[in-house]
């Protein structure tokens, strides 16, 4: 079964440029998730999908942030304009729906803000 | 403000002995809880997930849930150097959304 998947692996921008990343989540998985993890943290949610719709977005900075998944499948994230404090790796995760299954995580990516 | 407690560490465990890796959550009507190591730059990776009081053993491995003191731990049996890494729990509460510690970091001496 393939992963999911994710790209870029890493991206460096300067502050106040714009930024997306991509995400695949294992087939058949209908939940999608977006992370951001600071070192030293746990995940933060910013997102989370539930086929095509927006289950939680409670902790997404609106202002810069936006996410879509629009076909129920694959999702992007971008940050417009970016800042030096999102700088960190961002990750997306799927699982099965239902209330209490696992999520699995793609391999991240890692955003450097300069 | 629902919470989960992890200490930082880093927790030094000599090889072959049992490592015991604790969080606590302060949302009551917790329902599920998780446990996902993380190592150094990769993504977090799931060992296992326990819904029930009690302990749920998965080879080396052991969750402990009590419900009633709130919390859940993590023991690693005969610990290996592989096994250094962060480990991250993480608490689906009761308004269905999952809470993350922040982890502590494992290091296990050969």
């Known amino acids: 079964e393939a992963g999911v998947a994710q790209s870029p692996r890493y991206k460096i921008i300067e502050k106040r440029q714009s930024v997306a990343f991509w995400c695949n989540p294992i087939s058949g998985h209908a939940t999608l998730y977006w992370y951001q993890q600071i070192l030293g943290q746990g995940p933060k949610l910013l997102i989370q999908f539930q086929n095509n719709g927006v289950v939680d977005d409670s902790q997404l900075p609106k202002d810069r942030f936006s996410a879509e998944r629009l076909k129920g499948v694959d999702s992007t994230l971008k940050i417009q304009p970016a800042k030096l404090e999102d700088s960190a790796v961002y990750l997306c995760?799927?699982?099965?729906?239902?209330?209490?299954?696992?999520?699995?995580f793609g391999d991240g990516t890692r955003l450097s803000i300069l | 403000q629902k919470e989960v407690e992890q200490n930082s560490g880093p927790l030094s465990v000599p090889e072959g002995a049992i490592a015991s890796l604790n969080c606590t959550y302060s949302d009551r009507g917790s329902q599920s809880f998780f446990w996902y190591r993380q190592y150094s730059g990769k993504s977090p990776e799931l060992i296992m997930f326990?819904?029930s009081n009690g302990d749920k053993e998965d080879g080396r491995f052991t969750a402990q849930l009590n419900k009633a003191s709130q919390y859940v731990s993590l023991l690693i049996r005969d610990s290996q150097p592989s096994d250094s890494a962060t480990y991250l729990c993480?608490?689906?509460?009761?308004?269905?959304?999952?809470?993350w510690g922040a982890g502590t970091k494992l290091i296990i001496k050969p």
């Open positions: 995760a799927s699982s099965l729906a239902g209330l209490d299954q696992p999520q699995h």
């Open positions: 326990i819904y």
């Open positions: 993480a608490v689906k509460g009761s308004n269905y959304q999952l809470i």
